[in-house]
């Protein structure tokens, strides 16, 4: 078994309800598996993650802080002691919306 | 007469006594240089507010303000330009008037409009950069296009609560905007936003700014700088470009 950290930032945050915890998968899971468990342990999270089986485009995944679009993509194993942030491009910075 | 005297002399005796403290950063001729620049910053509101202030502070020589709302109550706790009695004015207005007092050595132009397609070009084409104070992807994509064409520097940035991102663009040098991130990324109605946040997320992306401008540093163009204030990490994602990116001739 492998024990990996994993972080949400902005709305994956909010939605999920938490910003940092561990979590432990078999070994050999790829980012695409772990991306499936935490959409099933966080309900809200379902469809933010995934498309079909891909991790959706918007959905930036970076391994101890390595884009996973330069390593194998969603097909990238996690490792123990990896640190697996996800995050959506930030929102910005003015206007309130009504 | 040498290179660095006629430097000099494009700064007067004042501007020399104002920016002195940061001389040793940017020397004469970066100082000078940075009197030569012209910047767009696109919304007046967070963002806006402090990149503003930052590129004032430094010197740089024209700043274009670009912004069609009015300034309300809600704007208050962190689009610091904007104060109690300016609820009701354009924003581009009611910053152009603080930014004005703050540094009088500097042109400072306001466009109390929304950009667009209409006037995208026109005002984009008469500054050197463009920076990002949006809170939207329709009209950040339509910076990164028009600025792109027009070979002009673009720095994105964005903000979501104690979070936010940085990303330099340089026409030629890196892909554009549209192509390291999702063509399709869509606006939060209502996101958290918090003075301190905008304001180290406006330093960061008006820093890589005058790093692109002055040669000094290392520049992060093509990188998202991700910022974290949660945990205070700052971290460089290398964006990988989308194949037959819309950029790539």
Redesign the interface.
Known sequence: MARVKIRF???YRDLAGV?EFEVEVPDNTTVLSLAKLLEEKFPKLKGRLIEGDKIR??T?V?IN???I??LGKEDTKVNDGDIV?F?P?????????K | MTFSQRHTNRLSPIELVRYDRQLPVFGVEGQAKLKETSVAVI??????SFELLYLAGLGVGKIVIV?G?TV?E??LNR?VLHWEEDIGKPKALSAAEKIRRFNPYIEVEAVPERLTERNAEEIIGRVDAVLD?????ET?FLIDRVAYKLEKIFVH?????L???VIPIVPGETSCLRCL??P??T?????P?IAPT?GI??GIAVIELIKILTGIGESNKGK?I?F?G?TMEI?R????PRPNCVCIE
């Open positions: 930032f902005a709305t910003r485009e918007e930036k970076l802080g390595r884009n679009e330069w942030a995050f491009p930030a929102a910005g910075g003015y206007r309130d919306h | 919304g007046a509101g967070g963002l806006g912004d709302d309300e809600s704007n689009q104070a949006l809170d939207n992807w950040r940035a964005g903000i979501y609560g979070e936010g991102q991130l999702p399709k990324l606006s939060p109605p209502r996101f936003a905008v997320i406006a998202m991700v974290d949660y971290m994602v290398d964006l990988k």
